[in-house]
């Protein structure tokens, strides 16, 4: 079975500074892997995913995750926050198989604060 | 483009009624997802349906059912709520059975009195 785990349930920043989202999954095939940002009373937004090839993925609003197989590990980084940046942010995972439904399992999500 | 449109926005119940939450995919979407998300939590997964089929479902009780329509919108019901039930149920659609990314729309708040 998949799971995710989301390291910090909330993690502060002050603004410009690095921004590092921890996220480890486990599952017994290759999966893909996605970070959802979401904004009060908002749905996901897809920031990222990895399906295959390059293992460092660029997103949206200047994110990044790197998959490391090796450390089951999906981190999210950003070089410098911007008070925009807050948000709740989901790390999730899905299955490959094609003949299967697209179930996303989802992490119990970040809460991510931008301090002035 | 629109994209997932979903409707009511917000809605409150009392226990044991049942209720009618409304989903619009991505124009040439023929993949819709449901999902249920409690306060501080990440969404579970509670269905999917492509080309009309349930094609996965996940740990949910049978008081919870669902259908998609030829126009490829969707319709979830959930029969005898519960306090716990209190959720944001969030609708996501792809274009095919196992493509990504799925497009999640605004989610409908459902509150359980």
């Known amino acids: 079975a998949q799971s995710v785990t989301q390291l910090g349930s909330h993690v502060s920043v002050s603004e410009g500074a690095l921004v590092l989202l921890r996220c480890n999954y486990s599952?017994?095939?290759?999966?893909?892997l996605f970070w959802y940002v979401q904004y009060p009373n908002q749905g996901l937004q897809l920031l990222l995913k990895?399906?295959?090839?390059?293992?460092l993925v660029k997103g949206i609003n200047g994110f990044e995750a790197e998959f490391k197989k090796s450390e089951t590990s999906f981190h999210l980084t950003k070089p410098s926050a911007h008070m925009s940046d807050a948000a709740e942010y989901f790390c999730?995972?899905?299955?490959?198989?094609?003949?299967?439904?697209?179930?996303?399992?989802f992490g119990s999500g970040t809460r991510l604060s931008i301090r002035p | 483009d629109a994209g997932v449109t979903q409707s009511p926005t917000h809605l409150i119940k009392t226990r044991g009624q049942h209720v009618t939450l409304r989903c619009s995919p991505i124009?040439?979407?023929?993949?819709v997802s449901w999902y249920q998300q409690v306060l501080g939590q990440g969404p579970q997964f509670i269905f999917q349906?492509?080309?009309?089929?349930?094609?996965g479902r996940g740990n949910f009780p049978d008081r919870f059912s669902a259908r998609q329509f030829p126009n490829y919108s969707s319709e979830l019901n959930v029969n005898a709520l519960l306090l716990g039930d209190s959720a944001l149920y969030l609708c996501?659609?792809?274009?095919?059975?196992?493509?990504?990314?799925?497009?999640f729309g605004d989610g409908t708040r459902l509150s359980i009195l």
């Open positions: 996501a659609s792809s274009l095919g059975q196992s493509n990504q990314p799925q497009h």
């Open positions: 599952s017994s095939v290759p999966p893909y």
């Open positions: 990895y399906t295959t090839g390059a293992t």
């Open positions: 999730a995972v899905s299955d490959r198989g094609y003949s299967s439904a697209s179930k996303i399992i």
């Open positions: 124009s040439g979407h023929k993949s």
């Open positions: 349906y492509y080309e009309k089929e349930e094609r």
